[in-house]
């Protein structure tokens, strides 16, 4: 039998205008057989979370530009873990500081990726932390 294919969300929280990466990783994520949910721009922490009960998905993605990653993401996860979902992995992309990524490890992010991180190199994070969430549930 087939291995069902993963379902990811693909979201742009908060204010952030720019979506071309998140879309450009949607598409790979696609190309490489997943199934992808994409959001859109200016999505809440709430909308994120329920989209992603909904859709039913095995991992997140977050796309975030404008530098409030360390508010939309930590509210994400809790709103996930509110639901139900905190087993979901949340992988978040875009501009984060390296002085920002331990602290958003720590508060439960699968993977952080920054500007020239190769779109085969996000593939497999994808693909390992929803193997991994699986093993866990």
């Not at 990783?25 to 959001?39: H, P, W």
């Not at 002085?99 to 920054?114: H, I, R, T």
């Amino acid at each position: 039998m087939p291995e069902k294919p993963l379902r990811v969300l693909i979201a742009k929280p908060g204010l952030d205008g720019h979506d071309r990466g998140a879309k450009v990783i949607a598409r790979a994520l696609r190309d490489a057989g997943m199934e992808v949910i994409y959001t859109g721009l200016r999505q809440t922490p709430e909308m994120i979370a329920e989209a992603a009960l909904q859709e039913d998905v095995d991992a997140i993605g977050l796309s975030i530009l404008s530098g409030a990653h360390m508010a939309l993401v930590p509210r994400v996860l809790e709103l996930l873990r509110a639901q139900g979902q905190g087993h979901v992995p949340v992988l978040v992309g875009g501009i984060i500081p390296d002085e920002d990524v331990p602290a958003l490890k720590a508060a439960g992010v699968a993977g952080v990726f920054g500007p020239g991180t190769s779109t085969e190199a996000i593939i497999k994070a994808f693909r390992e932390a929803s193997r991994a969430a699986a093993e866990g549930a």
